[in-house]
């Protein structure tokens, strides 16, 4: 018999495809052909194949092979079908038996000594492989931690093509994947560590309670990393849902920790100014790798010296900001992440990042205004929190007597918060603050009495607060729930924040 199939996996975004890999042994001159939309690295698989077939011991058929890779409409990327080829190779030409690993799911790259290499995504790939009613899949060893992850497949691991040949002939057994390593998520930095800067740690609770965009302006030793750093501590854990789907773009972009299991923290993504398009949206060749947004997806995305990045890069997260996914073009058509994650912004004051009244600060105002310019407009639009910091003085730095709240004093609060926020926000679809669009909240039931917001009108008349910026400021205050005289729950608006945590305008 010349033909054999194996079943494996193709990525389309984070979203997995079953593939069925053909392979049909023909007499005639020996060449391999390989159709179904492959790429570059997926046309180089025929070498690796065969040297690796021949190097683990086996017999490569001297006939004119083709493969096919099924559903042909499908692009297909990268190295992960290699393992998936070698066994239809080998299985159609009578080497192994033609049903070897029938309805087993088959994942992995080849070196040329035999040797199977981990392949980025695994996680995603099992997931499509079990949502199709698959239940057994072979994966690198390398990526066994992470494919034991799904609940419902049993999991076998092979470090080399002779150990899964030798599988298939003789039924010696595979590896089994590790144990998961224990639930929980190792600590990070706690807002216990933070001295001083009230004003900040409430910027911080507010912003993690509704889900806003935040930027933290102020002069350098004002503790602006060190708060954003703390963010995704006070953030509630992610469920299994938003889990899955953060690991599984941790997988694609080959950053899973070796041995973890899901991962449950909001994840945090801080990259460099220099930092490229590309490296902030994602791209790269064959399988797209999910650029920093995609990586902080349900996280925090942190841009420290935010207005040093480039004018490109800064326009680039716009989209995926606005949308909640990300785009990113390919020659082969386009991939998409989700990218629904929360921003925030830290600047100086001035270009030359003197403390705050340094007599050394020679910048005009005007040099002033165009640097945090390079903000402003469509990006800062849709930060709602903004604050101004100081430095930390050192009577704050060095008080011993008051202890710092820590993460989780303040976790349980924003918690709290947004079980309020879903209750309040159920019939409208929305489920935190940030989300609520501004005309909502100038309608009754939700509009603020005139006391509360006169301060904001006058603003808005005189042209200090834009109208965009008069609703940023409306979905701060839903903080706070409680009874009126008649026992039902109103809200209780934190018309202190008004004042203090407002926007500037920024148009
Ligand atoms: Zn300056």
């Known amino acids: ?88 190779v080998l299985a159609g030409s009578g080497e192994l038996p033609p049903v070897a690993l029938d309805a087993t799911v088959v994942l992995g790259e080849l070196g040329l000594d035999g040797a199977v290499r ?36 049993r999991v076998h691991a092979v470090d080399t093509l002779h150990r899964l040949v030798a599988h298939v002939r003789t039924g010696a057994p595979l590896l089994a994947p590790p144990t998961p390593a224990p639930a929980g998520t190792p600590p990070g930095p706690d807002l216990a560590d933070v001295a001083g800067q009230p004003l900040g740690r409430r910027a911080l609770e507010i912003a993690a309670a509704g889900g806003h ?15 954003a750093e703390r963010l995704p501590s006070v953030l509630p854990e992610l469920d299994d849902e938003a889990a899955l789907e953060v690991t599984a773009l941790h997988s694609i972009a080959g950053l899973l920790p070796p041995g973890g299991g899901l991962l449950r923290r909001p994840p945090f993504q801080a990259p460099h100014h220099t930092a490229t398009v590309p490296a902030l949206v994602g791209g790269g060749s064959g399988l797209a790798r999910p650029g920093a947004v995609s ?12 207005p040093e990045f480039g004018k490109g890069a800064l326009e680039a997260l716009r989209q995926p900001l606005e949308s909640g996914r990300v785009r990113v073009a390919r020659t082969r058509g386009a991939t998409e992440y989700p990218a629904r994650t929360q921003l925030v912004l830290a600047a100086n004051p001035c270009p030359c990042a003197k403390p705050s009244g ?78 609520v669009p501004g005309p909502h909240l100038r309608r009754p039931p939700w509009h603020l009495p005139a006391r509360v917001t006169a301060d904001l009108r006058h603003r808005l008349d005189t042209g200090s607060l834009s109208a965009r910026g008069y609703d940023r400021v409306l979905r701060l205050p839903w903080i706070g729930i409680s009874r009126n005289s008649f026992g039902q729950e109103i809200l209780r608006p934190h018309a202190a924040h008004l004042g203090r945590l407002s926007t500037q305008s920024t148009s």
């Open 1 to 88: 018999m010349g033909y054999a199939k194996v079943l494996s996996v193709g990525l389309a975004g984070v979203a997995g495809h079953l593939v069925e890999v053909e392979a049909d042994l023909a007499p005639g001159l020996p060449a391999v052909i390989i159709s179904g939309l492959p790429d570059t690295a997926l046309h180089e698989a025929r070498d690796r194949v065969r040297a690796a077939i021949v190097n683990s011991g086996q017999k490569w058929p001297n006939r004119r092979i083709t493969l096919n890779l099924l559903p042909a409409t499908l692009p297909k990327y990268g190295s992960a079908f290699d393992l998936a080829i070698a066994v239809a």
């Open 118 to 153: 981990p392949v980025r995504g695994t996680l995603p790939m099992v997931a499509a492989a079990a949502r199709a009613g698959h239940t057994r899949v072979v994966v690198p060893a390398g990526n066994a931690a992470e494919a034991a992850v799904i609940p419902g497949v």
């Open 213 to 227: 965009h935040l930027a933290l302006l102020g002069p350098p030793g004002a503790g602006k990393t060190m708060l």
């Open 295 to 306: 990586l902080a997806h349900r996280g925090v995305l942190f841009l420290d010296e935010a």
């Open 358 to 435: 340094d007599a050394d600060c020679e910048c005009t105002p005007l040099a002033r205004r165009r640097y945090l310019g390079r903000l402003s407009g469509p990006l800062l639009d849709r930060v709602d929190v903004q604050v101004q910091l100081r430095a930390v003085r050192a009577a704050e730095l060095l008080r011993t007597d008051a202890a710092h709240e820590s993460s989780a004093a303040v976790a349980a609060r924003v918690a709290a918060a947004r079980r309020a926020a879903a209750d309040r926000w159920a019939a409208t679809g929305h489920r935190v603050n940030a989300d």
